[in-house]
């Protein structure tokens, strides 16, 4: 089973700019689509970003020119880069992997955005 370790969350000012991070264990990084998603308080998770493992992404509307995920194979960890946070960017955010049906989920990371 592969476990997903994410970091990076915090609470920062609008305007400002986090990174996020998520360590995958295991050997299956290489083979997987990562993304990351978010969920607000009362609303249902959403997707943010995803990136394959050829490299293509895909980013939701809201966060278009504003985040940009990455991935670096050697450290099984994909990244967020979040710049010109809103305060509707405030939510958990969860790091996601899939392989063909696998799909394993973070614990979650507080992002909180103060306007």
């Known amino acids: 089973q592969v476990q997903l370790v994410e970091s990076g969350g915090g609470l920062v000012q609008a305007g400002g700019s986090l990174r996020l991070s998520c360590t995958a264990s295991g050997s299956v990084f290489k083979i997987s689509t990562m993304g990351w998603y978010r969920q607000a308080p009362g609303k249902q998770r959403e997707l943010v970003a995803t990136i394959t493992s050829g490299g293509s992404t895909n980013y939701a509307d809201s966060v278009k020119g504003r985040f940009t995920i990455s991935s670096d194979n050697a450290k099984n960890t994909v990244y967020l880069q979040m710049n010109s946070l809103k305060s509707e960017d405030t939510a958990v955010y969860y790091c996601?992997?899939?392989?063909?049906?696998?799909?394993?989920w973070g614990q979650g990371t507080q992002v909180i955005v103060s306007s």
């Open positions: 996601n992997l899939k392989i063909l049906a696998y799909d394993s």
